[in-house]
């Protein structure tokens, strides 16, 4: 048997002190509505058996050992197709009537991680077809605006297909407790919305299952469990690692935990964005309840799509977030060209720097001095909060509610910066902007009381994870209303905003005072923009480090901007670069290609300014060069996503059926156009650096989807 770490405890021996190790993918058991074998890949021998096997297949032979070729000639001749295609970390749905029973199963088989493949069978449900109405579903997800009107209509949803008694969006938060989101149920239960439930009612362990398996089901919490016999693998000596079992038995602690709850039944899907499990569908019964594989699949291809608009609408926030700061900047820009000075337009009208971010205070540390709006900390606690900032952070954007809970010598800023958000504005130590709240006493409802004492038995059926579901209201203080997402992402998109502003200003007080050169070449030499400065004769006076990284080592030694014309390619955009920019004096903005060697990329936007000292007099030139090769990558990775999804949406309309045909190719129209919507707002509102993994996590939804349909397009055939 595998080694288990003594803190690590075996399937259905943990208790409340250590069921978070719980080995809960060792189960060793099944559900007993269906039967598992196991086979060697390579000559098919049965190597293991669920106690019920004879009894769901209604055979009257001993099976282990036997060829699979001996006991169904034509099921081992479909095995060995599938596992030619089979890829590891992946079930695959078949369909097989044995030659003897004429029983028609349902029948799954994965491969395991170390040898061999597991072969499930349930029997085959029929039910109304429910794809006639898949398409109207697909369509009212899509045309969802909010994540709380999308969750919303998917629990009525999946409450309508699946036929549970409640159905619920569970969320997780950052520190892994979830919260009861949305929920649709019978009348007569009590309502469990808004309850929170703490991380640790999901173990890391399930949590990583719910990633694995998308799909997880539990007929009755009073079944008895089938084991498998031998326990252990005869090939490998160790338990079965039943990750992607479709009949997997329940952890006992889990059981209890449902019981406690009265609930009897349940299917849990997961909401997987962005590659991270972001949330579940939750649904529960009040008595045993199982569904058909094509209600399941329906489910799962809804939960696809459920995913995959999350994923559009919190990439629709991020855009939010930059309205909001472009707001910001152009009122920074008039700021500027009125007064030659920025900070004003932050800080006359407090309303332009804090409603935004519903903050009641804000400081901006810079250049030795603080600037303030609303109800903010002492100056000397503001510097404190800087530093401290510098002490504990690397230089990101940080965010707490709870801010003073942190250091005790912040801990009487309660009443004034419970909660702060800071980002860093320059590379330059203690220079940031930083957003107050203060405490907001809030009273948060969870289901049960998550610190009551826990106690443990001897037998699992004594445990008793919580004995009382009803609503426990907890008072917090110390704490401010948490930042939301658009408003951390405002603020790093603002702090990058005021930090290339600042560089700019601080790039042409080196040409206007002499004596701050050496101060602003350390701060244009920190910039990660590549800079370059020079004086009326076009002689280069400063050229940044990461000017010099695009660079060739026999180009690094330019001394007059003439030079650069050996870096760009031909071009008619050259010629008028210099021209406007050395014989007349004008700005310049434009695409070039540079040519260098350069992990960077050669597709630039170049921003050539002329720049003008007292009385209009010219005296130099300031030269911005932004890397803009990752939008060409952006175009790319999006043009590759619209034909890989129309090359899936033509696979489906290819598969002809007179009956089902239109039903399926407007199913499939419906994912894509969800799947269109979802890459337009990622692509329009995320970094560019996060999009052509997020669009490939999209499209990956959408091949998952179009298998989903292929099987019930499968499931009505062999109905018809």
Not at 56 to 77: C, F, P, R, T, W
Not at 140 to 169: A, C, F, H, N, P
Request: aromatic fraction near 8%; hydrophobic fraction near 40%; charge should be negative.
């Amino acid at each position: 048997m595998v080694s288990v770490l003594s803190n690590q405890p075996e399937f259905g021996k943990a208790d409340l002190s250590n069921c978070e190790l719980e080995q809960i993918h060792l189960a060793g058991s099944i559900q007993p509505h269906g039967a598992l074998l196991i086979v060697d890949e390579g000559d098919l021998i049965i190597t293991q058996v669920s106690e019920n096997i004879n009894s769901i297949l209604e055979l009257n032979e001993e099976l282990i050992g036997k060829s699979l070729h001996v006991v169904d000639k034509m099921l081992a001749e479909q095995i060995e197709s599938l596992l030619k295609e089979l890829q590891h970390n992946s079930v695959k749905h078949f369909k097989f009537t044995f030659s003897d029973s004429k029983k028609l199963f349902n029948s799954f088989i994965h491969k395991l991680p170390d040898s061999g493949a597991v072969i499930e069978f349930e029997p085959y449900v029929t039910e109304s077809k429910l794809t006639t109405k898949l398409e109207s579903y697909l369509n009212e997800i899509v045309s969802s605006l909010t994540l709380q009107e999308l969750s919303d209509s998917s629990t009525r949803i999946l409450k309508e297909v699946t036929g549970y008694d409640r159905v619920m969006v569970y969320r997780f938060d950052e520190d892994g407790h979830g919260e009861v989101f949305a929920e649709s149920k019978e009348p007569q239960l009590e309502a469990f919305l808004g309850n929170r439930y703490p991380a640790s009612d999901i173990p890391q362990i399930a949590r990583r299952l719910y990633e694995t398996n998308r799909i997880r089901v539990l007929v009755d919490v009073d079944y008895e469990p089938v084991y498998i016999k031998p326990r252990l693998s005869p090939i490998t000596g160790n338990d079965i690692d039943m990750s992607l079992s479709v009949l997997r038995s329940m952890s006992p602690i889990h059981i209890q935990y449902l019981k406690n709850m009265g609930v009897s039944a349940t299917l849990v899907i997961s909401l997987m964005v962005a590659g991270k499990l972001w949330g579940l569908i939750s649904c529960h019964h009040y008595s045993a309840r199982n569904i058909s594989y094509e209600c399941r699949t329906a489910s799962e291809l809804l939960a696809e799509s459920i995913a995959t608009r999350i994923a559009a609408l919190e990439g629709f926030m991020q855009a939010e977030a930059e309205l909001s700061v472009k707001r910001i900047e152009n009122r920074i820009a008039e700021s500027v060209f009125q007064d030659g000075e920025w900070r004003s337009a932050l800080f006359e009208n407090h309303s332009t720097i804090l409603k935004p971010f519903n903050a009641s205070g804000a400081a901006l540390i810079l250049d030795g001095k603080i600037s303030v709006a609303g109800n903010v900390p002492g100056t000397d606690t503001i510097k404190k909060i800087a530093q401290w900032l510098d002490d504990s952070q690397s230089h990101t954007t940080y965010y707490s509610n709870r801010f003073t809970s942190e250091d005790e010598k912040f801990s009487q800023l309660k009443s004034v910066a419970a909660g702060i958000l800071a980002t860093p504005i320059t590379r330059s130590p203690g220079e940031y902007f930083i957003w107050f709240r203060p405490e907001q006493i809030q009273t948060v409802t969870w289901g049960g009381n998550p610190f009551k004492p826990v106690e443990v038995g001897d037998d699992p059926r004594d445990l008793s994870p919580r004995r009382s579901f009803s609503q426990w209201h907890q008072v917090v203080e110390g704490t401010s209303i948490n930042w939301s997402a658009v408003e951390i992402m405002a603020a790093k998109l603002i702090g990058e905003s005021i930090e290339d502003l600042i560089y700019q200003f601080r790039a042409v007080s080196t040409l206007i005072v002499q004596d701050q050169f050496i101060q602003t070449c350390r701060d244009v030499q920190l910039a990660q923009q590549p800079i370059l400065v020079a004086n009326q004769m076009g002689e280069i006076l400063l050229m940044n480090e990461a000017f010099e990284k695009l660079l060739n080592p026999e180009s690094a030694s330019l001394k007059h901007i003439e030079e650069l014309r050996v870096l760009f390619h031909e071009s008619d955009a050259e010629n008028k670069v210099f021209f406007n920019l050395l014989k007349e004096k004008k700005k310049w903005r434009g695409e070039i290609k540079l040519n260098i060697d350069s992990e960077q990329g050669n597709d630039f936007l170049l921003r050539a300014d002329p720049v003008q000292g007292y009385a209009g007099k010219f005296i130099g030139f300031v030269l911005y060069f932004t890397n803009i090769s990752e939008r060409k990558i952006i175009e790319s990775a999006r043009k590759g996503f619209q034909e890989n999804i129309l090359e899936r949406q033509h696979k489906i309309t290819a598969l002809r059926d007179t009956q089902s045909d239109p039903i399926y190719r407007e199913i499939m129209s419906s994912v894509v156009v969800n799947a269109r919507l979802a890459a337009l707002e990622i692509t329009d509102g995320s970094k560019l650096e996060s999009v052509p993994e997020m669009l490939d996590k999209v499209e990956q939804s959408v091949n998952r989807t179009a298998d989903l349909i292929e099987r019930l397009i499968d499931q009505y055939k062999d109905k018809s």
